[in-house]
């Protein structure tokens, strides 16, 4: 759109479409917020975000399709200086160290929360630019704020409208069966001798809060389930774990509802109602809010070839996740947010590069279908939501090898932990949730790759599938 030969009427109803220009001159501000069910790679999501970013300058064919950079309108991306506010700070630097080692390896995965902030200096498209230019340098900055918090936090969202025996029965009920029979054996024969209306015990209820986290950690572990509440029980510091924080569910008959002061059941629905107030209302209130543009990673492979329960766990805790972006009317999360709101949400399925170019569409659509139902009540609410498949590090090669007397499509890579690269053919990723009766044949024959050669300085750039597509999308309109 041009201000030329238009009055002083056209070019302010213009401007009431354009982000601030004073704020555009001295710089603005976007929160990006990245979380991940366990194992989706977002560390290295974002470590790879923030090494490509900070070297498009040198390297722009690494992000074309983020459009600031294809084009050719970047001026600068460094990392901004100190921190002044409280946050811990991304642990980028040694992340990228470890990724370029020799042997390379893989960063280790972060449990608490943590930010990183990149200035970006770039030159405005068409009339905003025209108007910077006229008005100043024609430069304007935006100070991307990456945040990095850990999924199982929004599992617990949930737990707000649940009371403490309503919230027991039903965990128990899973508890029960599948793989969270054997791992839960121990914690639920402890519940057998102690039951809800027994004296209170500040030892009972420490070492059911134990077995209970054992239970979770070996569950997330040992067969990558991913609805496990309460989420901080997972990685908790040491501030979630004192004493006021040792509870776990009890097995309670279907009619009790209230508990009996001075009793187990008392303490524990106590500890509870204190852990939501205390933890999961206040991530909402002070953080969460305040995120405007957030991706969701999702190891949609892992879960395949995990099997039918951990697929339909990992469905489960994706409904619970999106409890997090519906804005009812009277919804909970409204009243937490206040005015505040997510604008734009992406959900990716991460690891691409695991599976050949023709199978990616697929990758998206399966990833896509799992999220479309309970979406509904997001789109709604006019938050803009879309689905992507992206590798953050393409650490495998296309190829084609005959199998059975025909050509098939593989992948080359190097597993972790070998001295040499191999093929392996992956099968083929369906398009919706496989039915009951696929899955006894396995679909996925996927290793550990060991990263790519990468240089420390942030010039070359890291090899990427769609990470400029999901940055543009997410905040691309700051960048026009």
Not at 282 to 300: E, K
Request: some cysteine; overall charge neutral.
């Amino acid at each position: 759109m041009s201000i030329r030969g238009h009055g002083r009427a056209s070019l302010s109803d213009w401007l009431s479409h354009v982000p601030d220009v004073a704020e555009l001159v001295k710089g603005s501000t976007v929160s990006l917020a990245v979380t991940g069910l366990s194992r989706a790679g977002k560390t290295v999501f974002i470590t790879s975000l923030v090494h490509n970013l900070l070297s498009a300058l040198h390297q722009p064919h690494r992000m074309p399709l983020l459009k600031v950079v294809g084009d050719g309108r970047l001026i600068s991306a460094k990392l901004a200086g100190l921190k002044t506010d409280w946050l811990p700070r991304f642990p980028y630097e040694q992340n990228i160290e470890s990724m370029a080692a020799n042997p390379a390896d893989w960063p280790a995965r972060t449990t608490d929360i943590s930010e990183i902030e990149i200035e970006i200096r770039f030159v405005p498209a068409g009339a905003l630019g025209f108007l910077l230019g006229r008005i100043g340098n024609g430069v304007a900055t935006l100070k991307l704020k990456i945040i990095d918090y850990p999924g199982e936090w929004l599992i617990d969202l949930p737990l707000l409208t649940q009371s403490y025996a309503d919230w027991s029965r039903a965990t128990l009920q899973l508890c029960r069966r599948g793989l969270r029979a054997d791992t839960a054996r121990d914690f639920i024969s402890f519940l057998a001798d102690h039951r809800h209306d027994a004296a209170a015990s500040e030892q009972d209820a420490k070492q059911a809060h134990d077995l209970y986290r054992q239970h979770l950690r070996t569950a997330r572990d040992r067969h990558g389930l991913s609805f496990l509440q309460p989420g901080r029980f997972l990685d908790a510091d040491s501030s979630v774990m004192n004493s006021d924080m040792w509870f776990a569910p009890l097995d309670l008959p279907h009619n009790v509802q209230s508990f009996t002061a001075g009793t187990l059941g008392a303490l524990m629905e106590r500890r509870y109602e204190a852990y939501k107030t205390e933890k999961v209302m206040p991530f909402y209130q002070n953080y969460f809010r305040n995120y405007s543009r957030q991706v969701v990673l999702v190891d949609v492979l892992g879960a395949l070839l995990a099997g039918q329960e951990v697929f339909d766990d990992t469905r489960r805790a994706i409904d619970a996740i999106l409890e997090s972006f519906r804005y009812g009317q009277n919804s909970l999360i409204t009243r937490l947010l206040r005015s505040a709101r997510v604008e734009r949400v992406l959900f990716a399925a991460t690891k691409a590069d695991h599976v050949p170019d023709v199978q990616r569409d697929h990758l998206a659509a399966l990833l896509r279908n799992m999220v479309a139902l309970p979406s509904l009540d997001v789109t709604s609410s006019n938050a803009r939501m879309d689905v992507a498949a992206l590798a953050s590090v393409i650490s495998t090669e296309d190829d084609t090898e005959e199998i059975g007397g025909r050509r098939v499509q593989v992948v080359v890579g190097k597993p972790v932990g070998s001295d040499t690269r191999a093929k392996f053919f992956v099968g083929n990723v369906p398009a919706r949730p496989p039915r009951g009766e696929a899955w006894g044949t396995p679909f996925l024959n996927i290793p550990v790759f060991e990263p790519p050669a990468i240089d420390v300085s942030p010039v070359d750039g890291i090899p990427h599938i769609n990470l400029d597509v999901a940055l543009d999308y997410l905040i691309g309109d700051q960048l026009r």
